[in-house]
């Protein structure tokens, strides 16, 4: 399954560089960065312990197509390991932004999403689950909810973004930091993004999408590491 749903990622994400030449799905914001290499995951951190404000919040931010509903979300999944502190204070957690509010998805261990340990773990399909991890308090709901319900209630709201989200430093000792090896919405995949297959794939820019194998130097790297496979 894990292998599964990693090659499908990557075969998507693969496509989408190829087809429109520039970066895959997934905008980064706040304090995340994405790592290159054999270690491509996108870091996402809450550090409230330091002056700056921007690193206080993280995330990965996903635009779906427009007409969007919540009841068109139909997968909602993250490959991650927490690295710095814990998972807690309800983060981290997919946020849907919904035209009456955001509804909250959290990852971790029910009921109170704290101690997710060290492990590089995956979320499976979270719009699959049955517990009570969905928060629909702002739109009229309760903190407990499932995705179930929150469908069959609030499912034509339409959705602007979709983002996974870590903020909360402060619950977890003042930093709270996440590796997320890839992180998908519905067909969208944001995390490790290759290795280019072809050398028109290098150009007009296409080297700078690529993390894996390497963060390229130039079209000429990319184009090289095709050709050498080095
Ligand atoms: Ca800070």
Known sequence: MKKTVLLLGMTLTAALVFAAGV???GR?????????????AIVLTSNTSNSSTTDDYSGVAFTPA????????????????????DCGG???????????????????????F????AGRQQTGNLT??????????????TFYDTWQNAVATY?????????????????????????????????????CIGPPTTKDQCKNGGWQTFN???????????????NTGK
């Not at 068109?72 to 999944?77: A, G, K, M, R, Y």
């Not at 704290?114 to 340990?117: N, P, Q, R, S, Y």
């Open 23 to 25: 970066l895959a799905a």
């Open 28 to 40: 980064l914001f706040g304090g995340a960065t994405q790592g290159s290499g054999p270690e491509c």
């Open 66 to 85: 427009s007409g969007t509903t919540l009841a068109n979300i139909t997968n909602l999944s993250a490959d991650f390991q927490v690295t710095q502190g």
């Open 90 to 112: 309800g983060s981290p957690r997919f946020s849907i932004a919904t035209a009456s509010g955001n509804i909250f998805v959290y990852l971790g261990p029910t009921p109170n």
């Open 114 to 117: 704290t101690g997710c340990g």
């Open 128 to 141: 699959q689950l049955t517990d009570a991890r969905v928060d629909t308090s702002q739109v009229g709901g």
């Open 155 to 191: 499912g034509a709201l339409p959705v602007s973004e979709v983002d996974l989200v870590v903020d909360a430093g402060w619950a977890t000792g003042g930093v709270q930091t996440v590796k997320v090896y890839s992180v998908q919405v519905n067909d969208d995949v944001a995390g």
């Open 212 to 226: 894996v194998p390497r963060a390229f130097k130039n079209q000429g790297d990319c184009i090289q590491f095709v």
